[in-house]
């Protein structure tokens, strides 16, 4: 749906963005990741036909973003991170004018515009001035604003900035049932939202991509297998050597003194828990505690642009 092929952007100087490609398939929710300045917001602007590429092109539902810029507008429900709404107006008032502006045919507008307003839960505040809602209902009245015309694809910038937890999880629970339905660029900085609602990610750093797959395949390419964490009242160094000569482990950090922990990475497949305990009892030592220590998108994300930065 989305089809992006070598975008660049450069502002005098400075290249905003750096020769991306990348495709989000139909029904997709797609995370697009990164740090401040990383390029998210400039390459969904040019997405969005909101400014040109410098070199490079794209296209959305099958129309290019030079040469069909109008009808990639038509189908595109974008939500950027500063939502523009006019706030001495009622909620239905300003979606009502809204669809007129977007073309949406006055013989199925009202049915329209009650849908929209039921799905993204607005329904019940519909005769209340927008600049008296709170940031959470405003937020889903600029989703209401980017569905009106029964887009095709939904650009969606910061969706959650600002919100409370509560809201957080309103909007997300609402994009996630979205999912399917229309096509979803989402992008973020809270982390655990993409792990809940997003099958694939890609991470941009400096203009550049830097990681592209589902979260689950960017954690085994890293971490290569498994990770335990193993609590242990004993001679931490003398502990680490021994358990860093089983079979299947990879390599043993330790952290802290006295009651060692230590960060056990497993190769993949290797299975080395009753291996571990056996080595350590039968030492004498005393074990306390032994875990699988789940892996989240922020230890990616951290251990993914980190390193960029130090080889950059």
Sequence with gaps: MIDARNLSKNYAVTRAVDNISFRVNKGEILGFLGPNGAGKTTTMRML??????????ATVGGYD??????DVRRIIGYLPENVPLYPDMRVSEYLDYRARLKGVPRKGRARRLKDVMEKTQVADVGHRIIGQLSKGYRQRVGLAEALIHDPKVLILDEPTIGLDPNQVRQVR????QLG??????LSTHILPEVEAICGRVIIIDHGRIVAMDT???LIREIRGGSRLVVEVRGPGEEIRKAV??????????RRGNGVSTL??????????????????????????????????LED?????TMHDQENG
């Excluded at 969005?48 to 092109?57: A, E, I, Q, V």
């Excluded at 973003?65 to 109008?70: K, M, Q, T």
């Excluded at 990616?300 to 993914?304: A, E, G, K, T, Y």
């Design 244 to 253: 860093a000569g089983i079979a299947g482990v990879r390599k043993v950090e």
């Design 65 to 70: 973003i030079f040469r069909r810029s109008l």
């Design 173 to 176: 629970a609402l994009i996630k």
């Design 263 to 296: 960060a056990v990475d497993v190769r993949e497949e290797a299975d080395v828990r009753e291996e571990v305990a056996r080595v350590i009892t039968g030492r004498g030592w005393g074990l306390r505690e032994m875990r699988k220590e789940k892996v989240t």
């Design 180 to 185: 399917g339905e229309y096509t979803i660029l």
């Design 48 to 57: 969005t036909c909101f400014m040109p590429p410098t070199s490079g092109t």
């Design 215 to 217: 979260p689950e395949n």
């Design 300 to 304: 990616i994300f951290v251990h993914i």
